[in-house]
């Protein structure tokens, strides 16, 4: 068996190189035309969502934190639930972002269907362009990688390390489109290290 080092050292330069070639191909234009149909949601009212199955659904509940934190009011939609009554949370005209690796998750195709016919609009986020997902989204991104990073290639690891940059991409564009200073930051971020170390520098 190889060594702690050898298996470590393996895992990283798979999961890295793959992180490197998403990064070198990244899609801006779909990147922009997402910021600007949850802007345009955002002008007639409408609010955000994010919803997945599985570990997805771990990164949908990082991604409605970290925008709702940087200007952009967010909200985890449930993934399996949606279709058991938390439909309801999203309004015709409110912008889904529905994450599925594979754009094939059975469960999820439920979710986003119920959604489409209730007037919603998705941004669909997958690693397979070509995937139903991909179909279904009014907008289209995609992040995905060959590689996860171990012999088996079945646990998502490098893949929901590429969603996570995809999503933060996102609120990249979005920050700095409202301009975002540390004062308004500080407002929805009071708490913890991070906050205080802003109200440090501004007692400054």
Known sequence: MKTVEEQVKEFLDIELGEVKKFADSIDTEALAAAKELILEAEKNHNRVHVTGIGKPGHVAGYAASLLSSTGTPTYELHGTECVHGSAGQVMPGDVVIAISNSGETAELKATVETLKNNGAKIISLTGKPESWLAKKGDVALTAGVDQEGDS????PRASILVEIIML????????NERNLTPQQYVKWHPGGSLGKSIRDTEGK
């Open 152 to 155: 088996m290639n079945k646990p």
């Open 168 to 175: 933060q991409s996102l609120s990249i564009l979005l920050q």
